[in-house]
């Protein structure tokens, strides 16, 4: 399996309903927490707005914010999406990295279909792990995670 092609549409084809559950949590909001390395390794957290479109997670910034300046020097990335004040579907958290794209047709086709100001950074996202949590009958606290190359785990704890 080619790991490098790890994107939105490689989760939505091995694991549907979590991808479906996923996309169904971040859409319940428009901002969310986006956690960056700075220079010295210690974590940065900023809000952030998120669009899953074409097959792929995108993260559009300001230009020279310093979480796209974070991610042009370290791709790494988590992204929580907010869980507001109901947490019925559950808690989902996405880990990856995120690589600039500067021109091309993909950026051409976010741009028609967001309009975001000009001038951005747009970051396209290869997923490590997508794990979403939530309680089960009022007893279990459940995970499910799933990682490239693996089927989704569901772990249950009491």
């Known amino acids: ?22 996309e169904e949590r971040f859409g319940a909001h428009r901002h969310h927490v986006l956690a960056t390395l700075r220079r010295d390794g210690s974590p940065r957290t900023s809000g952030l707005e998120v669009r899953f479109l074409g097959g792929e997670l995108w993260l559009g910034m300001m230009p020279n914010s310093l979480k796209a300046l974070d991610l042009l020097r370290d791709p790494r990335f988590a992204l929580q999406a907010n869980p507001g004040a109901d947490m019925g579907s559950g808690d989902v958290r996405i880990s990856g990295r995120a690589f600039e794209v500067e021109d091309g047709a993909a ?17 396209r996202t290869e997923l490590t792990e997508v794990v979403r949590t939530y309680v089960e009958d009022e007893t279990y606290l459940v995970a499910q995670v799933w990682k490239p190359g693996e089927p989704v ?6």
């Open 1 to 22: 399996m080619d790991l490098a092609r790890m994107n939105w549409a490689a989760l939505t084809t091995t694991a549907p309903e979590l991808a479906a559950l996923s």
């Open 107 to 123: 950026r051409a086709a976010y741009v028609e279909e967001v309009e975001p100001p000009q001038p951005f950074h747009l970051f």
């Open 153 to 158: 785990r569901t772990l249950r704890r009491r």
